[in-house]
């Protein structure tokens, strides 16, 4: 039924291409309709790949390289903005030039729009009938490019999931995750509220001052590359209570509460506080101004960090197998008052979608390597990163003799052990270094491959859970009531507030909005560093007043404004689809 949808929205989307002549505008140049990919590709070609969520820089390396080489005798060469630094300068520059890339991965809503307006992403229906893979997430495309007069963009997560069910898995998207062995050392101190982890971090810090590579260890390290409409670090814990952002926004996922990210009684200000209060403190590492991720990264897996925002930062980097032998670890405290934000499965995709630059050298092969994203193999590959799926069948994973997926002993060395050299007929090279640069989930890990009946994520395989049964997350389960996953203590205690599924994508700003808001968030995002740094209370408030006076005096009620009815029509969209698929 749904290939059936998926040929009828081809074949009208064909039409009324057809219909336009070989118009460039709005949809780049006029393509050659295919039925059915090519096998392979005699020549090979390097491919610009623009991706707004990638945090590498250069030609893709390693195993993943190799897939992609051996299937499209492709190379990829990511060019990241997040790496680039200067916030949109170089998504502007390569914009103002008339091209962003042959692949790009951007956000839909105001982005997309802005590309499809400006030529700049391709209408791919003549190859949307060849995307096999996609057939089964046709309802996703065909909502996404529902307004555009084509194909052009194709979501990112999607899944099978009910709108209102957790997309993450065993673990929640945000939470406090802190170095359990050291909270076991203090005897499980209860914490009542954000505010009470401080003393309980300081404690930490006491007992373990000092990594093994000799590092001073802080309880709170920061990073700046991901900072947009305000400090990204800052906005965290706001979701240990429920919150997400939209523009200046914070809005609970059931509706009930929005913020002003600069109301002084708000959480955004709260965590600010929290921060400089940690500061004071000696909690907060001083280079948080200067380092990038992949330093902060590092810092992780040398165990000079003590608390984490997401388990695919912390656990990912100090989780090793022998750490967690050792009872060491990163696991998730109760806060006696969260109520942890969940990102309900998105019924129509995610955020950021994939589009063919409407300049590429060879777009049918985009089309073709877009599609592989979305079939099992390119699922398992493309979502290998930060606790994802599980890799390439045959390299970290294969089918036992029982029938069952189960990590090889690759695998094991990849995910449970900090690292494994992967041999040459892969690619070689380390599998962290191999892994896609794109950074950007296809689907679900969650979500089940039809080969196997188990999902693509390996944490949730039985065979991996027998495997990492051990010190740590035995005595975390013992001391959190036998809860077998962060996400099933959550939900039993319930602590957990999905957001559902919507796939809602807010508006552009009309030019105006967009001129206030960049020049607001900036102030926004240099106060708020300011603050965290202040050298006294005074200082603190004083740079607050100056924060609001100086916000305010550049617009931001108008853009609040805007911002403030977006999340309330992100709330109707997310009680629309609830009923649509209560049914």
Wanted: hydrophobic share 40%; glycine share 10%.
């Amino acid at each position: 039924m749904k290939l059936t949808k998926k040929v009828a929205l081809a074949a009208a989307v064909i039409l009324a291409a057809s219909s336009l002549a070989s118009c460039t505008g709005g949809g780049g140049e006029k393509t050659t309709a295919s039925e059915e990919f090519p096998s392979s590709w005699d020549e090979e070609i390097t491919v610009d790949v623009f991706d707004g969520l990638a945090n590498y820089m250069g030609v893709q390396q390693g195993w993943f390289a190799d897939i992609v080489k051996k299937k499209f005798n492709m190379k990829l060469n990511i060019i990241a903005p997040n790496v680039a630094g200067g916030g949109d300068t170089l998504y502007n520059t390569r914009v103002s030039a008339g091209e962003l890339g042959d692949l790009i991965v951007t956000d839909k809503g105001e982005k997309l729009d802005e590309l499809i307006a400006g030529g700049l992403v391709l209408d791919a229906a003549d190859y949307y009938p060849a995307m096999d893979s996609l057939a089964s997430f046709d309802k996703a495309v065909e909502r996404l490019n529902e307004d555009s007069g084509g194909i052009y963009g194709f979501p990112t997560s999607v899944s099978s999931l009910q709108p209102t069910e957790p997309s993450e898995g065993l673990n929640p998207t945000f939470g406090p995750f802190v170095r359990w062995d050291l909270y076991k050392e203090l005897g499980y101190p209860e914490i009542g509220t954000l505010e009470d982890l401080l003393p309980v971090l300081a404690d930490m810090q006491e007992l373990n001052p000092t990594a093994d590579n000799g590092q001073p260890v802080y309880a709170f390290s920061l990073f700046k590359d991901w900072d947009g409409n305000m400090m990204v670090t800052a906005k965290q814990p706001a979701c240990f209570y429920g919150y997400d952002e939209i523009g200046f926004v914070l809005a609970k996922a059931d509706g009930s509460d929005y913020q002003s990210i600069l109301d002084p009684d708000g959480e955004y200000i709260r965590n600010l506080r929290l921060y400089y209060e940690a500061n004071q403190l000696g909690l907060v590492d001083p280079e948080s101004t200067t380092q990038n991720y992949d330093t902060l990264f590092s810092k992780f897996q040398n165990g000079q960090v003590l608390f984490s925002w997401w388990p695919w930062l912390g656990q990912s980097a100090y989780n090793t197998e022998q750490n967690m032998a050792d009872g060491k670890g990163f696991e998730m405290v109760p806060l006696a008052d969260q109520s942890i934000f969940s990102y309900g499965a998105e019924a129509y995709g995610g955020k950021q979608v994939f589009a063919i630059g409407s300049k590429a050298e060879d777009p049918e092969r985009m089309a073709a390597f877009i599609d592989w994203l979305y079939s099992p193999e390119g699922a398992y590959a493309n979502s290998s990163q930060t606790m994802g799926s599980a890799g390439p069948e045959g390299l970290t994973w294969e089918v036992n003799d029982a029938g069952e997926p189960e990590l090889t002993d690759l695998g094991k060395e990849a995910f449970l052990e900090g690292g494994a050299t992967v041999p040459e007929e892969w690619g070689g090279g380390a599998y962290a270094d191999g892994v896609s640069a794109l950074n950007t989930t296809s689907v679900l890990p969650i979500d089940v491959d039809p080969a196997t009946g188990f999902p693509y994520s390996y944490t949730f395989w039985p065979t991996y859970q027998a495997t990492v049964a051990n010190t740590l997350t035995e005595d975390w389960s013992a001391n959190m009531g036998d809860a077998t996953s962060t996400m099933g203590y959550l939900e039993d205690n319930e602590q957990l507030l999905v957001a559902p599924g919507a796939s809602y994508t807010a508006p552009a700003d009309d030019s105006e909005t967009e001129t206030l808001r960049n020049q607001v968030k900036d102030i926004i995002k240099q106060y708020s560093w300011q603050m965290v740094f202040a050298e006294s209370d005074s200082q603190f408030e004083s740079l607050l007043d100056e924060l609001i006076e100086t916000a305010n005096g550049l617009g931001f009620d108008k853009v609040l404004d805007v911002d403030m009815a977006n999340a309330k029509e992100q709330n109707d969209a997310r009680v629309a689809v609830t009923e649509e698929f209560a049914g």
